[in-house]
């Protein structure tokens, strides 16, 4: 079971045919440090790039990377990455590299 701590939280992902959501979790406090979703990302301005064509992989990548963005604001630079036994390509890859390009370290 993978367990994250303050200094490393555990990166969840949720993965649906409608969205994604992912969270950086505290389970020794069993708090959520930091929630998004794709829904609500539209708005906000990705600095960033990727190279991905598809739509969902590279809103799930924007995501990834504004997940970082947030994470590195509360001091957080290292996460333990949960795929929800999802299997780790399409757009959880894609979340989990723009985490990676967004400074996050797994």
Known sequence: MIK????KPRLS????????????IN???????????EKGIAAKEVKAECELERAKEK???QMGWLIAQA???KGIKRAVFD???YM??????????GARAGGLKF
């Open 13 to 24: 992902v949720f993965r649906s045919h409608q969205g994604m959501q992912a969270q950086l």
């Open 27 to 37: 389970d020794e406090t069993s708090s959520t440090i930091i929630g998004m979703s």
């Open 71 to 73: 994470a590195l604001a």
């Open 4 to 7: 994250g701590t303050a200094a």
């Open 59 to 61: 809103q799930a990548w």
């Open 88 to 97: 780790y390509h399409g757009r959880v890859k894609a979340l989990a590299d």
């Open 83 to 85: 795929r929800g036994g």
